[in-house]
């Protein structure tokens, strides 16, 4: 298994361009979620997702844009980059409780740099 | 809403020395889970140990352990016979029970371990 992966790892933006990061899973687990890593501080949420045609807004969802239309896959959409977006962001995924401790696994993050 | 604090932003310990991460967190719930992760300088956020809010024994990996202190909402973690290896920020998480695994992190301490 690869586990969660994330495409790309870098990758610098100038203001208002756009971009996906991607994030792929194969463990076959229901939740997925993004985070974002400022310098400094700890993930917060960004947006989250239960199941295949399901997403909700995590803490802070504003400038982003999710879809899960497969279980393996859960892309995030930046339009219209800011400064403000510069961050590292990760990617995880785990599975529903039933005898396990919901253990998010995450992916190696991409760095984003908005100039 | 639930926060969590660590209070430490750095901390130093010698290789094979004992030392103790502070965390504590607000909530009014009364099942959750907590976690520490280990990010060292590759990014990849590794999960050291968790614990369950209803168990009473503290839990145990290896040379890592926790002191669980439900009534105070503190959760510090001892890491045993340091090693270089352990050179990482240190991230406490909460899970709140039934809400799609959602983690709430603290802000990191980083620490550093030194010959």
């Known amino acids: 298994n690869a586990g969660v992966t994330q495409t790309p790892k870098f990758r610098i933006l100038k203001i208002g361009q756009s971009m996906t990061l991607q994030c792929t899973q194969d463990?076959?687990?229901?939740?997925m979620y993004w985070y974002r890593q400022d310098p400094g501080m700890g993930l917060k949420l960004i947006y989250y997702?239960?199941?295949?045609?399901?997403?909700d807004k995590g803490e802070v969802p504003n400038g982003y844009n999710v879809s899960r239309s497969t279980t393996e896959d859960f892309p995030l959409r930046l339009e219209l980059a800011a400064p403000s977006q510069t961050s590292v962001y990760f990617c995880?995924?785990?599975?529903?409780?039933?005898?396990?401790?919901?253990?998010?696994?995450f992916g190696p993050g991409t760095r984003l740099t908005v100039l | 809403a639930q926060t969590v604090t660590q209070s430490q932003p750095e901390m130093s310990v010698q290789e094979a020395e004992t030392v103790t991460l502070s965390c504590t967190y607000d909530?009014?719930?009364?099942?959750?889970?907590l976690f520490w992760y280990k990010q060292p300088p590759s990014r990849q956020m590794i999960l050291v140990i968790r614990?369950?809010?209803?168990?009473?024994q503290n839990a145990t990996e290896n040379r890592f352990s926790v002191n669980f202190q439900k009534a105070a909402k503190s959760f510090s973690l001892k890491i045993s016979d340091s090693q270089l290896g352990d050179t990482a920020m240190y991230f406490c998480?909460?899970?709140?029970?039934?809400?799609?695994?959602?983690?709430?992190f603290g802000t990191g301490t980083r620490l550093q371990v030194t010959l």
């Open positions: 909530t009014s719930e009364n099942n959750y889970y």
């Open positions: 463990m076959n687990h229901n939740y």
């Open positions: 614990q369950e809010a209803y168990k009473q």
């Open positions: 998480a909460f899970m709140k029970d039934g809400t799609a695994s959602k983690l709430t």
């Open positions: 997702s239960v199941g295949a045609g399901i997403t």
């Open positions: 995880a995924s785990s599975y529903p409780a039933g005898g396990h401790l919901n253990e998010q696994f």
